[in-house]
């Protein structure tokens, strides 16, 4: 399972971070899912700060994330899913998601949570989405990474004047 020895996340003091969550249309019941359990982790999270947008697809997730991370949000959840089909389209959706994303949090320094879940079959998808009877419940682990890693963000210090001044950072 894909999941096996994925770290137990807690979350400390999460309140007033303004968290978007982007999601994909395509294939929806597993879509529904991922948005509710993304929600269901804003809910546990004590996040009431939150917007919620959908896109066509997995492809569009990383413009909308930067425009949430550029517009002051604190952490941007990507929801999406992918299958692997008889073209080499999944190949170069999956690579362009996970680029673009991972641009998008490194130039802006905000955090985004992947859910993007990339699979070979439906029933891959439908075992990660947190319906029931699925294993996984990537939506709400997206949100918790993402949040957890904005807390972290949140606890770095500034640096001194002084370290400033002499190039180094205490």
Not at 103 to 131: K, M, N, Y
Request: hydrophobic share 40%; with cysteine; proline share 4%.
């Amino acid at each position: 399972m894909s999941g096996k020895g994925a770290p137990v996340l807690s979350v400390m003091n999460g309140s007033g971070l303004r968290v978007a969550v982007v999601a994909a249309q395509w294939h929806e019941k597993i879509m529904n899912g991922l948005v509710d359990g993304a929600l269901r982790a804003l809910d546990e999270l004590g996040i009431e700060q939150r917007t919620l947008l959908r896109v066509p697809g997995s492809f569009e997730l990383p413009v909308v994330a930067r425009a949430l991370a550029v517009h002051g949000y604190d952490a941007v959840v990507a929801l999406g899913v992918v299958v692997r089909g008889g073209t080499p389209h999944f190949d170069y959706v999956c690579q362009g998601v996970t680029q673009g994303l991972t641009q998008v949090s490194v130039e802006t320094g905000v955090p985004i949570g992947f859910g993007v879940l990339t699979c070979d079959t439906e029933e891959q998808a439908l075992d990660r989405a947190g319906l029931e009877g699925s294993q996984e419940d990537k939506g709400h682990e997206a949100v918790t990474a993402a949040v957890s890693t904005a807390v972290t963000l949140r606890s770095i210090p500034e640096p001194s004047r002084q370290a400033v001044a002499h190039g180094r950072v205490e």
